[in-house]
């Protein structure tokens, strides 16, 4: 901790310097996963980059006919920028149920998908929107899916210097999406499983799109085709739904841990992609 | 091993502290500023006893490196009172009972507040949900979320009385 | 002066039973209050603690040079520089143990027993030189096979703890030693018959988990040890006089030349009633000659100070068709920890010390384990067992299809019936509790889908002992009140008012300090709900000597008699009506015979049992598990309520603790006998959103042997929650849940299993 540098660069370019130039530096949203780990001794980087003073990297703001979430972005802001929350209220719910009040008002949803923990609760809910991410680095920007980052607990794909810049949610059309985890008590727990869904119906109520995403059920979060696919051209019928859960049992591979049992976790994976859809589906029908 | 020096406004009050880079804010108020209301319950954002209002929002002070509060604004228990006059909130913990130990109570109160300044009429679930990252191991919260209340009510109250003397 | 007949004052009062606010308030809602990890000198450095990754080793060796070669580090102190102790049974807190183990669990010697046992501190210039220290000790552990399970720990080729420990109740003693410290028993008539001519019994294992008090403010001191052997240490604490004679004890001082100064205490529960820090920072202090503060972070209070235990219990329990309990066995074994903690003891005396029962067999087990030796947790040792019995009671009052509260009425103990020491029951009030809950609306709301309505009673013993108290005159008649008891929930408030009281004057005229060990004489701690009782007793006694200073000096200033002159409402009163007040006589004190005060030490005897009833509401998610609290009602006996709202308070916070033990807290660990989940992410203790609001009723059957009529009512809260949430789990799911916490995976599988 003596040796720790700490950074407050103002533009991305200077971020990505830092970051560059010293592979044990970590970049700084909110906090909230890294100094916990600090302080815990599981990590011990020699510099800190804080993205909070980029301009461009705090806030929401429309991207086409989607949204664009900066890095530095706390998760209680996303509730102020109501069309967002109109437009995926899945994802700002998700995002809003990380710890708590005074959590969420540091913790970022780019944090919170670059901590990779497989029960983050932002992270099924982006994936199952189609989210993707837009990263910096010292090879320049590129572009990936949410789901492309996490690739094991702790560990993400990204390249060293390279930093996650904003999200990016498209845009929402017909559809509705939702988010529910199973915790013990009613708050601060992390999640024992997160399910996310994002839907599509039609004018008759036929489903044309579904995406299905779990969490805490692998050894990241993970998009359940199969389960998605169960769902299109149905009308959420109760096979399609038994068909859906079904996928998404036998998608979980999930671990005995603290926080729950491999058996609870694929029950819970059942019940809560099915309340999921419930909700996703009904929001679909209010926004047909 | 250098110390950076760090200019912030304290409730209210400019004012520059020693930090190691790494360190918290949490220890910058406590063993810089000798601002000991707000306490250390865990260290990892889990219990809430460290609030304090940075830029107008709730935080947990041990998640906040110190040298991130440079040139900010930062609200402590210390401020909260006006001069010698309690806040109505702190008159409602004290008439209602809503601390034994008081250990917790610093943190209660500034989220309390903190709540009360966005949501002048809570429920009692909008009280136990945003109050859900402070811990207290002593009330069982019965009497914290009575006092929340309470106080809302009254400060409902003086904002009525005031905008009739203003009308 | 003990007069167990006493008088209860007659009322009606002007301060007791009123809700003023305390005299500590202001300074703790607005930041200004000390409290332990707020408190520094001038010249304080540092410390900090090097611990045991390992559940089980013996130390070789430790190499502590490159740490205090270290720039900014000052002392280095390992578990050689403790004196030598021979074995000696001491009062540790509210129990016992041996000093040797006292010291051990302070710093480790010859072997480390829990993963956090503290092996070695230095003191530096920062707490961050501190903390690189302490990387640059190196232990040298020889890691041995280590035990987390009592069952496993009582086999014979179970990993052995202590070369020492030979089990004590067993005859012939061991020639072996074993990880048993102790077996503990009871019988009366014959239960095995009894129980085979019943008309039902329930039977059933139970078993619950180690549980941490879950105060929020982490242990801490400062201790400044001076070259001419005098000390001074700073701390919060249930107990001063406790960390004082302790750690007199562990360092081979005289009591006399260590002073200690109670600062706030942020909670305790009873896990603050003995001592961990002290003795290493004052050794730290004496080496660097300078003051010493040191901390615990979170994670090393749930890695290395005392928990509950945990417990298997067995049972059977066996009723008449009339619901008269007949006979009962009970076997349980509870988890200590590392140490001896004198737990079983507890668990035998309220296991069924709250029902009238001719035949019974009660024979508990302490045993030791690889895990931080356990403390007093509210109650220590009641709650454990009561789970057991209350639900059993709820499937024999199923099996018969008897009312619960019918049930337990038809055999709760009544004033005049034995204890199991023999001894019969004073004024208590359990049947007086048992009729509150069932008039209480709570009892026969209407329920819904999912729903379940559960219910339980419970004892704790509460205790007396010694406290001094004194009362004092400043020279306008304002009052002072100096106890040795630190505050942890109000206490000074009700000093303020029973001296108030007393005296006859105005509450906001009394003012409390809670004075250091060299400034009053001895308190035992604040805990086994005592301090009511016992100080308040004192303080009584020394307002009602100041009352007879009072009058005395009033008869000579008017030359009368003393006996004509009465005392009542804060003044003296001729018999001709002439008056002279508090104030009036105390600024002739001085020359009236001298500054007016008095000081009383006594051991407060006269103590109740306090009884309690609890019912609660569930509503329990079939697909999930999850399990929420709906409603919840807290009955019982509190004797006098000098302070009603602090007297709710212990409910409530009983209650919630209570409840989380229920549902959701429990010590996990890994295969290395490592603690998993030492922090309050994965130590889950109920949040605001987690509980309703907990309503409370003081049910007041006065106790003769107090003035006014006080019982302790901090403890009883906590015993019988564990029941009463489990319970309402079986009504909400028709599933019997014996194994505590009801984690929702737990509900799930019985529900689905």
């Given amino acids: 901790m003596a040796s720790l540098a700490f950074h407050a660069p103002e533009t991305i370019d200077q971020a990505v310097a830092l970051l560059a130039a010293n592979p044990a530096a970590r970049p700084l949203s909110g906090g909230t996963d890294l100094i916990v780990q600090m302080r815990s001794g599981r990590i011990a980087p020699a510099a800190v980059v804080d993205l909070k003073r980029i301009a461009a990297l705090t806030g929401t703001r429309r991207h086409g006919l989607g949204f664009a979430i900066g890095a530095a972005t706390p998760c209680t802001a996303l509730k102020r920028d ?95 999406d939702a988010y529910l985890r199973s915790i013990p008590r009613t708050e601060m727990d992390i999640a ?41 051209g149905t009308r959420l019928d109760e096979p399609a739904l038994a068909a859906m859960a079904e996928a998404v049992r036998a998608a979980c591979r999930p671990i005995d841990d603290k926080r729950g049992t491999a058996e609870y976790r694929t029950a819970m994976a059942e019940v809560l992609a099915r309340r999921v859809v419930a909700i996703a589906r009904q929001r679909a029908g209010e926004n047909a | 091993m250098n110390k950076l020096v760090i200019a912030a406004t304290v409730n209210g009050d400019p004012v520059e502290f020693l930090t190691d880079p790494g360190g918290s804010l949490l220890d910058a108020l406590r063993e810089e500023l000798l601002l000991t209301g707000t306490k250390e319950g865990c260290g990892s954002g889990d219990c809430g006893a460290c609030t304090v209002i940075l830029d107008g929002e709730m935080v947990c002070s041990c998640l906040v ?63 136990r949900y945003w109050l859900a990252g402070n811990l207290c191991r002593c009330t069982g919260y019965d009497k914290i979320v009575r006092a929340v209340l309470d106080a809302a009510a009254e400060l409902r109250q003086e904002r009525r009385v005031e905008g009739e003397l203003a009308a | 002066m003990n007069d167990l007949s006493g008088k209860i004052a007659p009322g009606p009062f002007h301060h007791v039973g009123t809700r003023p606010v305390r005299p500590d308030g202001v300074e703790k809602v607005t930041g200004k209050a000390v409290f332990g990890p707020d408190f520094s000198v001038a010249g304080m450095l540092y410390g900090a603690i090097l611990r045991s990754p390992h559940a089980h080793a013996r130390i070789r060796g430790i190499d502590t040079r490159k740490a205090a070669a270290l720039p900014g580090v000052k002392a280095v102190v390992t578990g050689a520089d403790f004196p030598d102790l021979e074995s000696l049974t001491v009062s540790a807190g509210e129990s016992s143990g041996d000093i040797i183990h006292i010291s051990r669990t302070c710093m480790a010697h010859e072997k480390v027993l829990y993963d956090g046992h503290a092996v070695a501190a230095v003191a530096a210039t920062s707490a961050r030189i501190a903390q690189e220290a302490l990387a640059l000790i190196a232990v040298d552990y020889e890691v041995l096979p280590h035990v987390l399970d009592p069952e496993a720990a009582m086999r014979d080729d179970a990993p052995l703890l202590h070369d020492g420990i030979f089990t004590k109740g067993i005859e012939p003693a061991p020639e072996r030693p074993s990880n048993v410290p102790m077996k503990v028993a009871l019988a009366r008539g014959d239960a095995a018959a009894a129980l085979a001519g019943a008309a039902a019994v329930a039977a059933g294992r139970y078993t619950t988990e180690f549980v941490h008090q879950g105060y929020i403010e982490p242990h801490v001191c400062v201790a400044s040890w001076n070259a001419d052997g005098q000390a001074q240490i700073w701390a919060s604490s249930q107990g001063h006089f406790s960390i004082r004679a302790l750690t007199a004890s562990v360092l081979g001082m005289a009591q006399a030349d260590i002073r200690v100064h109670p600062l706030e205490i942020g909670g305790g529960f009873g896990g603050k009633t003995g001592i961990y820090l002290e003795p290493v920072a004052m050794l730290l202090s004496r080496k660097a000659g300078r003051p010493v503060r040191l901390a615990m972070s979170r994670g090393e209070v749930f890695r290395a100070t005392g928990p509950a235990p945990g417990a298997v219990i067995e049972l059977r329990i066996g009723a008449a068709a009339d619901g008269t309990l007949v006979g009962a066995e009970i076997d349980f074994i509870y988890n200590a920890g590392a140490y001896p903690g004198n737990t079983a003891h507890s668990g035998l005396i309220c296991a069924l010390g709250h029902y009238r029962l001719a035949n019974a067999r009660i024979t508990g087990w302490e045993v030791l384990t690889n895990r931080p030796a356990v403390k007093a947790y509210r109650a220590p040792g009641a709650p454990q067992v009561n789970f057991a019995v209350e639900s059993a009671l709820d499937d024999l009052a199923t099996q018969l299809g008897i009312d619960p509260i019918a049930l337990r009425l038809k055999n709760a103990v009544i004033p005049g019936d034995a204890q199991p020491t023999g001894v019969p029951f004073g004024q208590i009030g359990y049947v007086e509790c048992l009729e509150a ?82 400034s009053i004489g001895y308190s035992m701690v604040t805990g086994g709900s005592r301090t009511t009782f016992a100080t308040g007793k004192a303080v009584i006694e020394a307002a009602e000597q100041v009352i007879a200073t009072l009058r005395q000096r009033a008869a000579a200033m008017w030359n009368v008699a003393a006996d004509t002159v009465e005392w009542r409402d804060g003044t003296a009163i001729r018999a001709d009506g002439e008056r002279l007040s508090i104030g009036q006589i105390a600024a002739k004190a001085a020359f009236s015979g001298g500054p007016i005060a008095a000081s009383v030490g006594l051991n407060a005897a006269g103590y109740l049992p306090g009884f309690a009833v609890h019912i609660c509401d569930v509503e329990v998610d079939p697909e999930t598990g999850h399990v929420g609290v709906l409603r919840y009602t807290a009955v019982q006996d509190v004797g006098r309520a000098i302070h009603p709202a602090y007297v709710e308070g212990q409910l409530q916070g009983g209650a919630a603790q209570g409840i989380g033990w229920a549902l959701n807290e429990a010590y996990a660990y890994d295969a290395q006998g490592r603690m998993e989940n030492a922090g309050f992410l994965d130590y889950r203790m109920p949040v605001a959103s987690d509980l309703p609001m907990i309503d409370t009723v003081m049910v007041e059957v006065p106790n003769p042997a107090h003035p006014y009529g006080v019982k302790g009512v901090g403890e009883a809260p906590i015993v019988p929650p564990l029941a009463a949430v489990a319970n309402a789990v079986r009504a909400a799911t028709g599933k019997r849940l014996p194994d505590l916490p009801l984690t929702p995976d737990r509900v799930h599988a019985a529900v689905h299993g």
């Fill in chain 1, 82 to 176: 109501r069309a967002l929350a109109a437009a995926w209220p899945g994802v700002v719910e998700a995002a809003n149920l990380i710890g708590s009040v005074q959590v969420r008002n540091r913790a970022t949803m780019a944090g919170n998908l670059c901590n990779a923990s497989p029960a983050a609760d932002s992270v099924p809910a982006l994936i199952a929107a189609g989210a993707t991410c837009l990263i910096a680095g010292p090879q320049g920007e590129r572009e990936v899916p949410v789901e492309a980052i996490p690739l094991a607990p702790g560990r993400t794909s990204l390249a060293p210097g390279e930093f996650v810049v904003e999200i990016r949610l498209p845009p929402r059309g017909q559809g509705g």
């Fill in chain 3, 437 to 518: 809950a069932r008039a209480h609306p709570h009892w026969s709301a209407p329920l819904g889908p999912n729903q379940g309505r559960g219910l339980a009673g419970g004892l704790w013993r509460s205790h007396g002992g010694p406290s001094t108290g004194e009362v004092g005159l400043a020279e306008d008649g304002t009052g002072l009140v100096a106890a040795g008891s630190p505050d942890i929930g109000g206490s000074r408030a009700s000093m303020a008012i029973m001296a108030a009281e007393t005296l006859g004057v105005p509450y906001e005229q009394v003012r409390v300090t809670i004075a250091d060990t060299h």
């Fill in chain 1, 192 to 232: 024992v499983v997160g399910a996310g869904a994002n839907l599509v119906l039609d004018g008759e109520g036929t489903c044309t799109a579904a995406r299905i995403a779990v969490g805490a059920v692998a050894p990241t979060a993970i998009l359940v085709p199969e389960a998605g696919a169960a769902l299109v």
């Fill in chain 2, 65 to 127: 490196f110190a040298a991130e509060a440079q040139g900010r604004q930062i609200a402590t228990i210390e401020g909260v009172a006006e001069g010698g006059r309690l806040h109505p909130i702190q008159r409602k913990f004290l008439d209602h009972a809503a601390l034994q130990c008081g250990f917790c109570t610093p943190g209660f109160i500034v989220a309390a507040r903190s709540l009360l300044d966005r949501n002048p009429d809570p429920s009692e679930s909008e009280v």
